[in-house]
């Protein structure tokens, strides 16, 4: 599922989307959990910088947790096994290829 980027929806609104960062896989186990942690730094960390009203996230908030979770997720799957989490450099240079959420990357050695 990763290969097909990351859409965010609440009911049948779409809130976000963020086209993948194609990679050449070394091991998919625990890309989602990856995603995920991701997704969850990037909406809390984007929510500590931004005064917000009401409590639901804007799409903004949406859009950086799906980001982080595209990332996170990419870097976790160029290491073997679940256990070694991805390096912050790595992080970093995909939230660098990710800033453009309607751009597809690849990263094939």
Do not use: C
């Amino acid at each position: 599922r990763g290969e097909k980027g990351a859409i965010a929806l609440r009911g049948k609104e779409i809130m976000g989307k963020q086209k993948p960062i194609v990679v050449d896989a070394i091991d998919p186990t625990g890309a989602g959990d990856s995603f995920t942690a991701g997704f969850l730094h990037g909406i809390w960390s984007w929510k500590l910088d931004h005064e917000t009203n009401g409590e639901e996230w804007p799409s903004e908030a949406i859009e950086e947790g799906m980001r982080w979770g595209v990332s996170v997720g990419s870097a976790a799957v160029l290491i073997r096994g679940a256990s070694i989490p991805p390096e912050g450099k790595d992080i970093q240079y995909f939230l660098e290829k990710a800033a453009d959420p309607e751009r597809t990357f690849s990263i094939v050695k």
